[in-house]
């Protein structure tokens, strides 16, 4: 199996420690990857827009949690679906909650975005298992 190092990831979480801990992780695992962090989505659609206006690129993963103040993860989403539909890029967005109820679980799979569902913490293999190819 090999691995590839992101080159750049965006972290979508209110959450400073969690954000804090995400941050260390890839770093851990991914040393070179570029990391920027949005503490919402609304912040995080605009982070992206002059992303992709400057660079040219999309983001290789977007972790995203779910619940957040301004625009939480599943606006975010539908947002991000609309915002992207002339795009051919392959950004991963992936959940990264600490939601544990079935009816997320089940509506992150149904939505045609979501990449992956982790539970709260992140965690170093979790991170490796995202990054094989």
């Known amino acids: 199996m090999s691995y590839i190092e992101p080159e750049h990831i965006l972290i979508i979480d209110d959450d400073e420690i969690n954000n804090f801990i995400a941050e260390r992780l890839i770093k851990r695992v991914s040393k070179d990857t570029r990391i920027t962090i949005c503490r919402n989505g609304h912040d995080a659609l605009v982070q992206l827009s002059t992303i992709q206006e400057k660079e040219g690129i999309?983001?290789?993963?977007?972790?995203?949690?779910?619940?957040?103040s301004v625009m939480d993860g599943w606006e975010f989403l539908e947002s991000y679906r609309k915002l992207n539909e002339d795009?051919?890029?392959d950004t991963r967005v992936v959940i990264v909650t600490s939601s544990v109820f079935r009816h997320d679980m089940d509506r992150a799979r149904e939505h045609p975005v979501e990449s992956e569902y982790i539970i709260k913490p992140l965690t170093s293999e979790r991170l490796f298992k995202l990054f094989a190819t």
């Open 58 to 68: 999309w983001p290789k993963f977007i972790f995203l949690d779910l619940t957040m």
């Open 87 to 89: 795009q051919t890029n």
